[in-house]
Nanobody
Framework: VQLQASGGGLVQAGGSLRLSCEVSGRTWTIYSIGWFRQAPGKARESVAT????????NYADFVKGRFTISRDIAKDSMYLQMNTLKPEDTAIYFC????????????WGPGTLVTVSS
């Protein structure tokens, strides 16, 4: 499975961005898919995840009410609508998938940089 994140950029605090993740390859092996981020000098963290069928979205507490994860079933794509962005949201955002509820997320694609200026 190959995943490609895009849509990052520079935005002012309070602004919005929409990230996209294009998925290709053995998509029938995907159980769930998600967005993760890594800020400079910090560990990678989970932002939001969703089942491959588009159900059961889960969010990290620090993005609840601001970010929305979604799936386009027909296009094998995933999105992250990010509103009310804060400087602390600055990070490289990655998408990844896992094959079951017991496996780790893998097939990390190259990330997309989101920079939020104050």
């Amino acid at each position: 499975v190959q995943l490609q994140a895009s849509g990052g950029g520079l935005v002012q605090a309070g602004g919005s961005l929409r990230l996209s993740c294009e998925v290709s390859g053995r998509t029938w092996t995907i159980y769930s898919i998600g967005w993760f981020r890594q800020a400079p000098g910090k560990a990678r963290e989970s932002v939001a995840t969703i089942s491959w069928s588009g159900r059961n979205p889960n969010y990290a507490d620090f993005v609840k009410g601001r970010f929305t994860i979604s799936r386009d079933i027909a296009k094998d794509s995933m999105y992250l609508q990010m509103n009310t962005l804060k400087p602390e949201d600055t990070a490289i955002y990655f998408c990844a998938r896992r094959g079951s509820s017991h496996s780790n997320y893998s097939d990390w694609g190259p990330g997309t940089l989101v920079t939020v200026s104050s």
